[in-house]
């Protein structure tokens, strides 16, 4: 009788194998019988133990040492006598069975925040799975973002207000509340469809982030996502930067330069912004020794806002290298996650004896109802004042001006 084992699936293949030996009285088959029988117990208990335990139906389950990983992350950094001390901790961002702890999965994704790396990578030390890091990290940002945005990405307040506007005015700015510029970032996976939308003068698909910083690297201000083959200009007019000022929301600013009373703040700028009362821009080849020295200053000044992109780029490599997640919400929570605990660092380090002000601005509602009517309304007749006020190319002439003026007096006393 011929056999055509290969033809069926393996457990009726060694049944018939089975009772083909059982005809057999040779010492040979009894033998080859009793392998079969112990092969056959132990592809049993195989399939057993192998059943689905992980996310995808099919994948081989790695018998990682969980709990081995918690306890040395444990004595490593968080026990009462760790192995690291906190300085250390810091620098380094460390970074039927029990499953993954908080603090391996948190502990993950500092790791591929601080570090860049890929997910796989943090398999070695925190004993945790490609996918289960993947997922952990974009949990936690959009967790950070929920939790922390309204703290750490809002914009200044009164006491915010009187500090900058002390520390600026010393540096011979009076009324300048930070910098302003622009920063891409390279997108690695772009969708393909996408790549003419997203390719700017880099000729990489890129995404951009609009920042504001002030003297202490703080990030005021953060607007992220547009595509990079947009300028800073187009970026500007997408922007909320100027929201609350021209709704009337943002708390005064009352200051005298060189004679001349201005009530509202303004920002260092690149030559490619607008002439608006709000900026103040370097002058291009300046003759005069004063408009040099303005020129100079202002160009030192405004280096505040791209000192905070090199150490938001340092303290989080995801933000320097390529951007290898495919959607732009994703991308969106790591940039505003990594913006928000760059500004958790900055405050912690924070120099206590920095410059203080006693100045009790008024607080100023964070929304303001505005009654639905089909007239004219005092708010939006304030709003198109406000708007027009803050393109006043006159006032950012004059401002300019009266700046030349005033660095030049501080220079001279100097």
């Known amino acids: ?230 300028n800073d200009i187009n970026v500007l007019e997408h922007s909320s930067v100027f929201t609350e000022l021209a709704q009337g929301r943002a708390p005064p600013v009352n200051y005298s330069i060189n004679g001349h009373d201005y009530t509202m703040g303004y920002y260092l700028a690149d030559g490619i912004y607008p002439q608006w009362s709000t900026f103040v821009k370097t002058i291009s080849a300046p003759v005069e020794a004063k408009k040099k020295h303005f020129a100079r200053v202002q160009e030192a000044c405004r280096k505040d806002v791209e000192c905070a992109f090199g150490i938001l780029q340092a303290r989080f490599s995801i933000v320097r290298g390529p951007a290898r997640f495919w959607d732009e919400a994703t991308l969106n929570d790591i940039m505003k996650a990594c913006i928000i605990l760059h500004n958790m660092i900055i405050e912690d380090e924070r120099d206590s004896n920095e410059v203080q002000q006693d100045d009790d601005y008024e607080q100023v509602p964070e929304s303001i109802p505005i009654p639905v009517s089909r007239e004219p309304t005092i708010e939006v007749q304030n709003f198109i004042q406000s708007h027009i006020r803050i393109r006043n190319r006159e006032t950012h002439s004059q401002l300019q001006a009266d700046l030349v003026e005033h660095l030049w007096q501080l220079h001279g006393q100097s």
């Open 1 to 230: 009788m011929e056999h055509n084992y290969h033809l069926k699936p393996r457990d009726y293949q060694m049944r018939e194998m089975e009772m083909a030996l059982l005809e057999s009285d040779t010492d040979d088959d009894v033998e080859i019988l009793s392998i079969l029988a112990m092969e056959d117990e132990r592809l049993k208990k195989e399939r057993a133990s192998t059943s689905h335990r992980g996310s995808i139906v099919g994948r081989k389950v790695i018998k990682r040492n969980y709990l081995q990983g918690e306890e040395r992350l444990f004595h490593d950094y968080f026990s009462d006598n760790p192995v690291f001390p906190s300085h250390i901790f810091r620098r380094r961002n460390a970074a039927g069975t029990l499953g993954l702890s908080s603090l391996q999965k948190m502990t993950a994704a500092l790791r591929i925040l601080a570090y860049g790396v890929a997910a796989d990578s943090t398999d070695e030390y925190v004993r945790i799975g490609e996918s289960t890091a993947v997922e952990s990290l974009k949990k936690f940002v959009k967790a950070v973002v929920n939790i922390f945005s309204e703290e750490y990405l809002r914009s200044p307040n009164s006491n915010d207000i009187a500090r900058l506007l002390a520390v600026n005015e010393k540096r011979g700015f009076p009324g300048m509340l930070g910098s302003i510029d622009c920063m891409h970032w390279k997108w690695k996976n772009c969708p393909t469809a996408w790549k003419g939308q997203y390719t700017g003068h880099s000729r990489e698909p890129t995404l951009i982030l609009e920042a504001i910083a002030s003297y202490d690297r703080w990030i005021w201000h953060a607007f992220f996502g547009l595509p990079g083959s947009h």
